[in-house]
């Protein structure tokens, strides 16, 4: 007969099906990349209000998962596996803060690729709580060489990163 850490172990490794990955890093779009999240506890200060810092990670993860479903993921661009080892740096972040979000929203974090330039990236990114807008960003990003020099964004990224046209 199994222990109980067995059956639960077996449990967690099994349970780690498509299903529960599906949507896990949000959609592109044909704006860029939508992901939504719940606001926990540890999110919030004593008042139940996300703490402002926070946003900050939640803008972070779209921006992140829109790199992993466009195909591009830190951990191989750290590696050098396409080339040169390259790093992308946040440069310069603007935030305008509309409305307070509270414990257990759940927040829908866009974000789109306004141009390209060089070795930067801008970005306009927003956090809603169904319709209503809570906090909004505008980041300039950069992707800097092993050493610290900036790189020029990979022709091939500008087709991805730039929005698509809608049909219609």
Do not use: C
Not at 136 to 141: C, I, R, S
């Amino acid at each position: 007969m199994q222990s109980e850490s067995a059956n639960i172990e077996h449990a967690v490794t099994t349970s780690a099906t498509p299903d529960l990955t599906a949507g896990l890093a949000g959609a592109l779009t044909d704006f860029g990349h939508r992901i939504m999240a719940r606001v926990y506890f540890a999110d919030t200060d004593f008042s139940g209000v996300v703490y402002h810092a926070r946003y900050l990670e939640f803008f972070e993860r779209g921006r992140s998962d829109f790199l992993r479903l466009a195909g591009i993921h830190h951990t191989e661009l750290a590696e050098g596996k396409h080339g040169e080892k390259i790093i992308w740096v946040v440069r310069r972040m603007e935030i305008v803060f509309h409305a307070p979000a509270r414990i257990d929203d759940v927040l829908t974090i866009d974000t789109r690729t306004d141009n390209i330039s060089g070795a930067r990236i801008f970005m306009a990114q927003q956090i809603k709580r169904d319709d209503v807008l809570l906090v909004e960003a505008k980041v300039e990003a950069a992707i800097i060489g092993e050493i610290g020099k900036p790189k020029r964004f990979p022709r091939e990224w500008i087709d991805i990163f730039m929005p698509r046209p809608s049909a219609g």
